[in-house]
């Protein structure tokens, strides 16, 4: 029997346009009218003191894009079609890490990382990283979930924290990591820092492997078009 | 529609043997059809090869629950058209595209463009379109189709003496594809539709099967049986090869020796299509009310996401509008959304969420080409160091045919 795909709802990503979901805020929805009378207004009209609290999903993609240097751009870009992010946010969202994952997210949303935007290139500048980081390392717990974070978006697999920990106190330890899935296979981003793509998988124009590779800022930073 | 010729035509039209150049007014006529398009000239021709019965990448046929081929063809508009048959640098031989003349051409259809856009005059830009049709028979409700008198002439098989046969039948359509090229999306604009009775997805069957009401009678399909098991019926599997078409057959798939079918395509919609796509599909359906076109359905659009990504433009000096042809790193598609998108009828046996397996309408023609060549001054051994951006933007060689496989057709 042919295996049919699994369209369980998730929640959406405030700001995301995605076509996959089924909630109703959907970019499909607007273009037919849909969600005339339902707009879901965040920020543009409403006083900063009424702001609502942002959700960990939005917390989790600022430490993402902090603690990976990656632009939050490229990380969660509001049409996501393979929104990766979201299968991250459930791995590390497992109750095994709960008082940890709890913990880092304070953390972040105390830092109150700001997202650079304008002509930036939309990277969450170092010494505010570099300040989060301090408070993350003061407990062994929140720092090697913190590790286990960043593999994750680097390789697409998970490293246990308390493999990471006994492999800080012994550089002869091993870890077992597990692919996440295959969709993480294809979006790690350490393949996009080597200006490279992962076996058996490619975006890159035919004929590429003839021409340098694009910068490195072309993979991971937000890079604006020039002369148009 | 694009059968009356005005604003399409057909790529055999234009991909002529021998590399002849092609005529818009013109339309090429199988030997075997001319005695009946004489007859009847408002006959649409439809010229079968391989790519006619056999889908994307030859992963199959597709037959219909009365035993017949289903048919493709693709078309483009006047706008491509015009690109291809250009006096500066035509495209519509395989001699042509490879000579010196086009050497390191860059390939670069024209984008659509809104009467308020201040670059450019305004215009549709390039269409191309792919359609599926199904040969109306037996108990078809013609009036459940958009359909049209044709003359169908049958691919020539290896060996063959005599030209094939050439058809009259009714072809019903069942689904097609609409690539627009715009000025915002140069990657194009991909859409596709389907006829709404072709398959059933897997919960239309698990309600069906669940029904213990003896006298249950579900929704008749184009390419499902509901009556048939799983195990009769084995879901989404290329017919028994092989799968040429016999001229003696007439587009009916072979069958035993006892006269008796052997194969009718079951196919089930892996991927379902979204809410999101259900409700403009009832919006537009309560918008065209008892029209034959409520009969067809939106399966999804893919567009690329990526905006700063899509409004990139050649930044070599020159270049010519629309600048669309570049070194497009690191993702040429720029994040296609939905990643996937299959029509049941076209993309049949690669509907799925595979990584560069599954259908993906960017993800497969980003990868088109054609016989341009690099100019002999360009090869790597002889070409100078790049004195500057520029000169190294020029010396590029893209080889990239602007996301349509149609040049590899020249012939």
Same mark, same amino acid.
């Given at each position: 029997?042919?295996?049919?795909?699994?369209?369980?709802?998730?929640?959406?990503?405030?700001?995301?346009?995605?076509?996959?979901?089924?909630?109703?805020?959907?970019?499909?929805?607007?273009?037919?009218?849909?969600?005339?009378?339902?707009?879901?207004?965040?920020?543009?009209?409403?006083?900063?003191?009424?702001?609502?609290?942002?959700?960990?999903?939005?917390?989790?993609?600022?430490?993402?894009?902090?603690?990976?240097?990656?632009?939050?751009?490229?990380?969660?870009?509001?049409?996501?079609?393979?929104?990766?992010?979201?299968?991250?946010?459930?791995?590390?969202?497992?109750?095994?890490?709960?008082?940890?994952?709890?913990?880092?997210?304070?953390?972040?949303?105390?830092?109150?990382?700001?997202?650079?935007?304008?002509?930036?290139?939309?990277?969450?500048?170092?010494?505010?990283?570099?300040?989060?980081?301090?408070?993350?390392?003061?407990?062994?717990?929140?720092?090697?979930?913190?590790?286990?974070?960043?593999?994750?978006?680097?390789?697409?697999?998970?490293?246990?924290?308390?493999?990471?920990?006994?492999?800080?106190?012994?550089?002869?330890?091993?870890?077992?990591?597990?692919?996440?899935?295959?969709?993480?296979?294809?979006?790690?981003?350490?393949?996009?820092?080597?200006?490279?793509?992962?076996?058996?998988?490619?975006?890159?124009?035919?004929?590429?492997?003839?021409?340098?590779?694009?910068?490195?800022?072309?993979?991971?930073?937000?890079?604006?078009?020039?002369?148009? | 529609?694009?059968?009356?010729?005005?604003?399409?035509?057909?790529?055999?039209?234009?991909?002529?043997?021998?590399?002849?150049?092609?005529?818009?007014?013109?339309?090429?006529?199988?030997?075997?059809?001319?005695?009946?398009?004489?007859?009847?000239?408002?006959?649409?021709?439809?010229?079968?090869?391989?790519?006619?019965?056999?889908?994307?990448?030859?992963?199959?046929?597709?037959?219909?629950?009365?035993?017949?081929?289903?048919?493709?063809?693709?078309?483009?508009?006047?706008?491509?058209?015009?690109?291809?048959?250009?006096?500066?640098?035509?495209?519509?031989?395989?001699?042509?595209?490879?000579?010196?003349?086009?050497?390191?051409?860059?390939?670069?259809?024209?984008?659509?463009?809104?009467?308020?856009?201040?670059?450019?005059?305004?215009?549709?830009?390039?269409?191309?379109?792919?359609?599926?049709?199904?040969?109306?028979?037996?108990?078809?409700?013609?009036?459940?189709?958009?359909?049209?008198?044709?003359?169908?002439?049958?691919?020539?098989?290896?060996?063959?003496?005599?030209?094939?046969?050439?058809?009259?039948?009714?072809?019903?359509?069942?689904?097609?594809?609409?690539?627009?090229?715009?000025?915002?999306?140069?990657?194009?604009?991909?859409?596709?539709?389907?006829?709404?009775?072709?398959?059933?997805?897997?919960?239309?069957?698990?309600?069906?099967?669940?029904?213990?009401?003896?006298?249950?009678?579900?929704?008749?399909?184009?390419?499902?049986?509901?009556?048939?098991?799983?195990?009769?019926?084995?879901?989404?599997?290329?017919?028994?090869?092989?799968?040429?078409?016999?001229?003696?057959?007439?587009?009916?798939?072979?069958?035993?020796?006892?006269?008796?079918?052997?194969?009718?395509?079951?196919?089930?919609?892996?991927?379902?299509?979204?809410?999101?796509?259900?409700?403009?599909? $009832?919006?537009?359906?309560?918008?065209?009310?008892?029209?034959?076109?409520?009969?067809?359905?939106?399966?999804?659009?893919?567009?690329?996401?990526?905006?700063?990504?899509?409004? $990139?433009?050649?930044?070599?000096?020159?270049?010519?509008?629309?600048?669309?042809?570049?070194?497009?790193?690191?993702?040429?598609?720029?994040?296609?959304?939905?990643?996937?998108?299959?029509?049941?009828?076209?993309?049949?046996?690669?509907?799925?969420?595979?990584?560069?397996?599954?259908?993906?309408?960017?993800?497969?023609?980003?990868?088109?080409?054609?016989?341009?060549?690099?100019?002999?001054?360009?090869?790597?051994?002889?070409?100078?160091?790049?004195?500057?951006?520029?000169?190294?933007?020029?010396?590029?060689?893209?080889?990239?045919?602007?996301?349509?496989?149609?040049?590899?057709?020249? $012939?």
């Amino acid at each position: 029997m042919s295996k049919t795909i699994d369209r369980t709802p998730t929640p959406p990503w405030p700001g995301e346009i995605n076509d996959n979901h089924v909630a109703g805020f959907t970019r499909r929805s607007v273009l037919a009218g849909a969600a005339a009378t339902a707009v879901i207004t965040i920020g543009a009209d409403t006083p900063a003191g009424a702001q609502p609290a942002e959700s960990d999903r939005v917390i989790f993609a600022k430490l993402s894009a902090g603690l990976t240097g990656v632009a939050h751009a490229k990380l969660a870009p509001s049409a996501d079609p393979i929104d990766v992010k979201e299968e991250y946010f459930r791995r590390v969202s497992d109750p095994k890490y709960a008082a940890a994952f709890t913990a880092l997210l304070q953390l972040t949303r105390a830092a109150n990382l700001q997202i650079p935007g304008g002509d930036t290139d939309g990277v969450i500048p170092q010494d505010k990283v570099d300040a989060l980081a301090s408070k993350i390392e003061e407990r062994d717990d929140i720092k090697f979930l913190a590790r286990s974070i960043v593999l994750m978006w680097y390789l697409g697999a998970w490293y246990e924290p308390e493999d990471l920990k006994k492999i800080a106190a012994n550089p002869k330890a091993e870890a077992f990591p597990t692919i996440i899935s295959p969709k993480a296979y294809t979006q790690g981003w350490l393949w996009r820092v080597a200006q490279a793509h992962p076996m058996g998988y490619s975006d890159m124009q035919f004929g590429y492997w003839t021409r340098p590779p694009a910068p490195p800022a072309e993979f991971i930073a937000v890079v604006k078009p020039q002369g148009n | 529609m694009w059968e009356d010729g005005e604003k399409f035509i057909p790529l055999l039209d234009v991909m002529l043997p021998g590399g002849a150049k092609p005529d818009w007014k013109k339309r090429a006529v199988p030997p075997a059809c001319r005695a009946q398009h004489d007859a009847d000239p408002s006959l649409m021709v439809v010229q079968m090869i391989e790519e006619s019965f056999n889908q994307p990448f030859r992963t199959g046929p597709l037959i219909d629950q009365n035993n017949n081929y289903a048919i493709f063809d693709i078309l483009m508009n006047r706008a491509m058209f015009d690109l291809i048959v250009s006096d500066k640098n035509p495209l519509y031989s395989r001699a042509l595209q490879a000579s010196e003349q086009n050497a390191n051409l860059r390939v670069d259809f024209p984008s659509g463009r809104s009467k308020d856009d201040p670059l450019g005059p305004p215009g549709h830009g390039s269409i191309m379109i792919k359609v599926s049709w199904k040969i109306l028979a037996g108990d078809d409700d013609r009036s459940k189709f958009h359909h049209v008198e044709a003359l169908v002439a049958m691919p020539t098989t290896e060996g063959q003496q005599m030209d094939p046969p050439c058809l009259r039948k009714t072809l019903g359509l069942i689904g097609f594809h609409v690539v627009h090229k715009t000025q915002n999306r140069p990657q194009w604009i991909w859409t596709s539709f389907e006829h709404k009775d072709n398959v059933p997805e897997q919960r239309d069957i698990d309600a069906f099967r669940s029904n213990t009401d003896p006298n249950k009678k579900g929704p008749k399909y184009n390419f499902y049986t509901l009556s048939c098991s799983d195990s009769d019926c084995p879901v989404n599997e290329t017919p028994p090869r092989p799968w040429d078409p016999e001229p003696a057959n007439a587009l009916q798939f072979r069958r035993n020796s006892q006269g008796q079918m052997i194969f009718n395509s079951q196919i089930v919609r892996t991927v379902p299509l979204t809410e999101a796509t259900h409700v403009i599909n $009832r919006q537009f359906h309560g918008v065209l009310g008892d029209n034959v076109w409520s009969n067809y359905i939106l399966i999804g659009t893919q567009w690329p996401s990526e905006f700063i990504c899509a409004t $990139r433009r050649s930044e070599l000096q020159g270049a010519p509008s629309p600048r669309t042809d570049f070194d497009k790193q690191p993702d040429m598609n720029c994040a296609p959304a939905p990643t996937f998108l299959a029509n049941s009828t076209l993309e049949t046996y690669s509907q799925g969420e595979i990584p560069q397996a599954s259908s993906s309408c960017m993800g497969c023609h980003g990868n088109a080409t054609s016989y341009i060549r690099r100019t002999p001054s360009l090869n790597d051994q002889q070409k100078p160091a790049a004195a500057n951006d520029n000169e190294r933007r020029r010396q590029m060689f893209m080889n990239q045919s602007d996301f349509t496989f149609m040049l590899e057709k020249a $012939r």
